[in-house]
């Protein structure tokens, strides 16, 4: 009784203090759930099936797959860091309760090296239903690929366009089937540098995160033409502002006051597994298997940025990236 009083005592004596916290708890809550965006809320089962996510030791590509476990999948990680792979491997198991979850090794930056996963998977597995490329590096130092590309555009781009080309063969067997490619927001501000596709002229790290993720949905766009017909479906998305490792790089060239407003807004953004609902939207949504080659956000079609749109920019990347990895 003594307790309810003093908090009637106070509540009278603040009534304006007390409704501005109100009224600010409340709207934060409401742009929390906001930025959190769209849920998958499909129900399909992926008894019998086999997905491959590249990246999938952590972050969205973690939280992806243990959905898809979850589902009944086959879920092969394909990760360059063999321990944190084989302990994500293990979380996922746990908390899917399946215990078909199985490593590969792959690094997204030798060429050898996705060729060596993928002759690995046409050799170990008997389907591919789902191939999510999810794994890529944001914002780095001007560094270069084993086999000499600028970074970024290496590991976001032409590992992924190697290795999906390198499995389309058992995704068309396996059909109907889908790729999945994880692009971003961040492809608005983008534009491919034909001329300087490695940037070697003017390196900035944004504009080449920029640039390797435009590349995604032009990927995604030409590839859907290359695959009419077949069974495969292609889908490019926005997963949103996560709490990832993601920033690793691009956080500690931030100027203070921008970390400081990061830090304080950090609740805010989405977390890995709000971040994850895109990708598993556009891997098991019943809605989409007609659809090829869009692009989504919050588990919707959005409309990409207008250079997202270029078909004859989409063929002119196609060709480059062949002969870049060695495919013409």
Known sequence: MQTFTAIKSFVSQYPKTIAVVTVTGVGLFGVKKWMAGGVCRSKASLEGKTVLITGGNTGIGKETAVDLAKRGARVLLACRDMDRANKAAEEVRKRSGNDNVIVKKVDLASLQSVRHLARDVLASEERLDVLINNAGIMSCPKWQTEDGFEMQFGVNHLGHFLLTNCLLDLLKKSSSSRIVTVSSLGHERGQIYFDDINQDKDYRPLKSYAQSKLANVLFTRELANKLQGTGVTTYSLHPGI???????????????????????????????????????????????????????????????????????????????????VGLI
């Open 242 to 324: 996560i709490r990832t490792e993601l920033g690793r790089h691009f956080l500690p060239t931030m100027p203070l006051w921008k970390k400081v407003v990061y830090t304080a807004l950090v609740f805010l953004i989405k977390s890995p597994t709000e971040g994850a609902q895109t990708t598993i939207y556009c891997a098991v949504e019943e809605s989409l298997q007609n659809e090829s080659g869009l692009y989504y956000s919050d588990c919707a079609p959005k409309t990409a940025a207008p250079q997202g749109l270029d078909d004859e920019a989409a063929k002119k990347l196609w060709d480059l990236s062949a002969s870049m």
